[in-house]
């Protein structure tokens, strides 16, 4: 018995890559660079991208703050009433 056309067991001439015959090269353009280089150029860009951030003024940063803040006191309050109602109806199932 013979394969058909295009089996996985035998492949097809124009399966193989073309470029199989290029010299596969180990990291690119990281493996010239020594690591004292590459933290750098990582700390440039990091520098770089956090130049391009949008950073609220002082009246933005407290109104979110304050808004957050009660936020923060309103859940503190609700799970604290909920915490409260369940304990007491613990308490009034199981005695």
């Known amino acids: 018995m013979t394969d ?3 089996s996985i067991d035998m492949p097809d001439a124009q399966d ?3 470029d199989s015959k290029k010299k596969n090269r180990k990291g690119g353009k990281r493996a010239k660079k ?3 280089k590459r933290l750098a150029l990582f700390y440039r ?3 770089a991208e956090l130049r391009k951030v949008v ?3 002082r009246n933005q940063l407290t109104s979110y703050t ?3 803040i009660v936020f923060v006191v309103l859940m503190i ?3 604290t009433l909920i915490d409260y109602g369940l ?3 613990a308490k009034y199932v199981f005695g």
Request: charged share 5%; hydrophobic share 50%.
């Open 4 to 6: 058909a056309v295009g």
């Open 66 to 68: 304050t808004a957050v």
């Open 45 to 47: 860009q990091i520098i």
């Open 16 to 18: 193989e890559a073309p």
């Open 77 to 79: 309050g609700l799970i």
């Open 87 to 89: 304990s007491h109806a």
């Open 55 to 57: 950073w609220p003024t």
């Open 34 to 36: 020594g690591p004292l």
